[in-house]
């Protein structure tokens, strides 16, 4: 019976140590470059990091123009041109329609590309330009992020949570993705990184009652911000969109006019798919904005056209690159500059 005894305690040792193991490499995978457990203090993003960011979908989309308004076309094949244009850079066909309705009537006075150039960007600013509304003044200001998996969510709370903390306002994360393995201790190494608060539960935990305790620890601390991450949902899934609707229900009914935003990120790169991904989402929440991601990877950023036609939920940032000020406040302005500049 002694040996018994000291088998077990060997094989509860071994099982300990075999946890501690995984646990290790868990973090050093998650402590790669751009995770590491440090304070950040980086640089503000520069004038031209849009445009730097756009480069892809800029060269694409000046070289085709060129090619479609190029001389020797009559006006109906330069237009057909600019069609495969548009839907190359995966504007979508109901964007461009509507530019080409919009074109057609100033076609032949249109003379040379550089005139086509200068009456989209007029007629794309137009499509982009919207109210994104005012931001709640309420104390906490809580920020709902949702998204199907890979397209960057945590990564964009992280870009978030910076930006307010350079204003001056104090961030609680809550970590309400316990469904993919690690991703409670990817959001916690950000709020490390960024010197915030992290309210996160155990792997699998209820998603609802981790979004309860942060809403309950946000009030208690007085924060002004609290982000909540959530697993990435197939949007195809719909027990796991019901799921999602129930933690923004017991946020509400902790915090009156809570989640004041619901930001829904997808990804540049998977271009119409976007579109799908963003009308099952409106279907189940309530959107309040779009976060594009990825942009400096793809020469389809023409996906913003796409979905400010089909779907009237405004853009409210882009990400242009890995570095944490590398998420952007939309502007309509700014982004048909970079998108149709000469730099």
């Known amino acids: 019976m002694a040996w018994s005894w000291e088998l077990l305690l ?31 203090t980086p640089a503000p993003l520069g004038p031209r990091g849009l445009t730097d960011g756009l480069t892809r979908t800029r060269q694409s989309l000046l070289y085709h123009l060129r ?11 330069r237009l057909l041109a600019l069609e495969e244009a548009l839907l190359a850079g995966d504007v979508g066909p109901k964007a461009t329609q509507q530019l080409l309705a919009e074109l057609r009537p100033l076609a032949n006075r249109l003379e040379d590309a550089e005139a086509l150039r200068r009456a989209l960007a007029d007629r794309i600013r137009v499509t982009l330009s919207s109210d994104g509304g005012q931001e709640s003044r309420a104390k906490p200001h ?7 998996n890979g397209v960057g969510k945590t990564t964009t709370i992280g870009k978030l949570a910076w930006q307010y903390s350079q204003r001056g306002q104090t961030v609680l994360l809550v970590a309400a993705d316990t469904f993919r393995a690690a991703a409670a201790e990817q959001l ?11 309210v996160r539960h155990q792997s699998g935990a209820d998603p609802s009652a981790v979004a309860f305790d942060g809403i309950k620890a946000a009030l208690a601390r007085e ?67 779009i976060v594009l991601t990825k942009l400096d990877g793809t020469a389809k950023g023409g996906a913003i056209l796409g979905l400010r036609a089909e779907l009237e939920v405004p853009i409210r940032y882009v990400g242009i690159g890995e570095g944490v000020a590398d998420l952007m406040p939309f502007d309509a302005g700014a982004f048909v500059e970079a998108l149709l500049s000469h730099g």
């Not at 809580?142 to 199907?148: E, F, H, Q, S």
Request: aromatic share 4%; hydrophobic share 50%.
């Open 188 to 198: 916690e190494i950000w709020a490390q990184r960024l010197q915030v608060a992290c």
């Open 223 to 289: 924060v002004d911000v609290v982000i909540v991450d959530t697993a990435g949902r197939l949007h195809v899934k719909a027990h796991l969109m019901e799921e999602l609707k129930k933690v923004a229900r017991v946020i509400a009914r902790q915090l009156d006019g809570a989640p004041h935003e619901i930001l829904l990120v997808i990804d540049a790169t998977t271009g119409q798919n976007a579109i799908n991904q963003v009308r099952v989402f409106c279907e189940a929440l309530p959107v309040s904005g």
């Open 67 to 77: 090619e479609a308004w190029s001389a020797g076309r009559d006006t109906e094949a």
């Open 142 to 148: 809580v920020i709902l992020v949702v998204g199907v």
């Open 10 to 40: 060997v094989g509860a040792l071994a099982a300990m140590v075999l946890c501690a193991g995984i646990i290790y490499l868990i973090r050093r995978r998650l402590s790669r470059p751009g995770l590491e457990r440090k304070s950040i």
